[in-house]
Nanobody, 120 residues
């Protein structure tokens, strides 16, 4: 079965960059849709970016032009490259994956979450 392992969270100053990584090291099969959610303080969990197995990407308006979501299908890995970070980007970031090219609500798999903190 799928086990998502995340890394790369931490503390960074405004204007800096972080690169998150999420890898399924357990499954024998390639995942299709993968993506990142985040939960900012006092807010509901929100979708940040997604990428299909074919490389089609989608970004939330709040991160468009600053974040990218590259993946390596051979390694079942998805990254989140975060540039020009602001304090409003602070939150817990979660990796998600599914076995079809759509992240079905209430389905699929979740990572454990990794904290991203952006200071002024």
């Amino acid at each position: 079965q799928v086990q998502l392992v995340e890394s790369g969270g931490g503390l960074v100053q405004a204007g800096g960059s972080l690169r998150l990584s999420c890898t399924d090291s357990r499954s024998k099969f390639n995942l299709k849709a993968m993506g990142w959610f985040r939960q900012r303080p006092g807010k509901q969990r929100e979708l940040v970016a997604t990428i299909t197995s074919g490389g089609i990407t989608m970004y939330a308006d709040s991160v468009e032009g600053r974040f990218t979501i590259p993946r390596d299908n051979a390694k079942n890995t998805v990254n989140l490259q975060m540039n020009s970070l602001t304090p409003d980007d602070t939150g817990v970031y979660y990796c998600r994956a599914d076995v079809i090219d759509y992240l079905r609500p209430g389905r699929g798999f979740w990572g454990q979450g990794t904290q991203v903190t952006v200071s002024s």
